[in-house]
Nanobody, 115 residues
């Protein structure tokens, strides 16, 4: 059983920064792709950023140049550095990993961008 536990969310002013972390249990972490998704109230869950086991990355157009996804395989931890935050970044952020026979999500962490 794999567990994903997000942390680092909170309230931040527009233009501010936050770093989200996702601690993963289990041995699958280093060999599988990981991703951050988010879901704002009344909206569909959307992909924010993905990273492969080989550290290739992909970003949603709305966060390119502002967010950076990274992973530390030695610590089984996924990160999302979020800079120049905007009110429209307000959402619950989820950590996700998947493979041929599994699909795991974290419980989410709230990010609120407001003055």
């Amino acid at each position: 059983q794999v567990q994903l536990v997000e942390s680092g969310g909170g309230l931040v002013q527009p233009g501010g920064s936050l770093r989200l972390s996702c601690a993963a249990s289990g041995s699958i972490f280093s060999v599988n792709p990981m991703a951050w998704y988010r879901q704002a109230p009344g909206k569909e869950r959307e992909m924010v950023a993905t990273i492969t086991s080989g550290v290739n990355t992909k970003y949603a157009d709305s966060v390119k140049g502002r967010f950076t996804i990274s992973r530390d395989n030695a610590k089984n931890t996924l990160y999302l550095q979020m800079n120049s935050l905007k009110p429209e970044d307000t959402a619950v952020y989820y950590c996700h990993t998947w493979g041929q026979f599994f699909d795991y999500w974290g419980q989410g962490t709230q990010v609120t961008v407001s003055s």
